[in-house]
């Protein structure tokens, strides 16, 4: 039974941009755009939470990881659907991928709302959310590490319980990872659709298969931004480490490159930016 290694399986939960992918309302209106996030300050037992502008409304942004959500001097590129009949941060929530231009400086990108008492959000402070012993836990380690920086490379947050065998008969298996936009780093959601099928593996055996994608976004007003080239071929070479890191040999998986952009339609342009894992089992 191949073993993938501990760590490499808490380094591939870590890594990641945030790409928010959550089911749609195939009947709310798809919006593509960029805009400067505004932050919404919502009180001491909870981190700031994100609004946006747009066509003179003020929409939620959601982030369930915390992990590369919006951040001021950033611009974001949002695309997803109005859910008119639910809220985020106090305002109408967009539901879909949200994408933070890492590679550009935005100074215009500043606001801060002041908290009012106005919006009241559930508590999504990581260390307030966790359980007491983990939480006990990570204080530990942080008293530790002034004592002894190496002590930082330990695990904050331990990893989950292991997941259950896997009995045959065993059948092809095959996940789809998206990415932000301009982003060789998937997020930790869409990792653990990998962390399955390795585990799958594990038992089954076989040959993965790993196809590479870039693409294009068509923007509400007619832009067509596309990703940077070799964007493809980074995500390429990216997998190939997570899968080295995660105990798999060369011989057992093959990775390909499509370069070509795909083409933007102005709906649902996020799944484009993708990376597809098909797992055929040796018997």
Not at 2 to 20: C, H, M, N, Y
Not at 118 to 139: D, G, H, M, T, Y
Not at 150 to 173: C, G, N, R, T
Not at 193 to 216: C, E, P, R, W
Request: with cysteine; glycine share 6%.
């Amino acid at each position: 039974m191949i073993q993938p290694k501990p760590r490499a399986i808490f380094a591939l939960l870590a890594l990641g941009w945030i790409t928010l992918s959550l089911s749609f309302d195939l009947a709310a209106k798809s919006v593509s755009f960029i805009t400067c996030p505004i932050a919404r300050d919502v009180g001491p037992d909870s981190d700031i939470c994100f609004v946006a502008e747009y066509q003179g409304k003020t929409y939620g942004l959601l982030d369930t990881n915390g992990y590369n959500r919006p951040m001021l001097k950033h611009k974001v590129l949002v695309e997803g659907e109005i859910i008119e009949d639910e809220q985020v941060c106090g305002a109408t929530r967009i539901a879909g991928v949200i994408s933070v231009m890492r590679y550009e400086i935005s100074p215009e990108c500043n606001q801060i709302l002041p908290d009012d008492g106005s919006v009241v959000v559930k508590n999504n402070n990581l260390f307030l959310r966790i359980p007491e012993e983990q939480r006990k836990r990570a204080f530990r380690l942080m008293d530790e590490v002034a004592q002894n920086p190496e002590s930082s490379l330990k695990e904050a947050i331990l990893d989950p319980p292991p997941l259950p065998p896997v009995q045959p008969p065993f059948s092809e298996q095959t996940v789809d990872l998206h990415y932000p936009f301009n982003s060789k780093r998937s997020s930790s959601p869409e990792l653990r659709k990998l962390l399955y099928l390795i585990h799958y593996f594990t038992f089954s055996g076989g040959h993965i298969t790993v196809n590479t994608y870039q693409g294009a976004s068509l923007l509400d007003n007619g832009t067509v931004m596309e990703e940077m080239q070799g964007m493809s071929q980074a995500r390429a070479n990216m997998f190939r480490e997570l899968l080295t890191e995660l105990g798999i040999d060369d011989e057992n998986f093959s990775i390909q490159s499509h370069p070509t952009s795909v083409a933007a339609t102005g709906v649902e342009d996020w799944k484009n930016r993708r990376v597809s894992v098909t797992l055929h089992p040796a018997h």
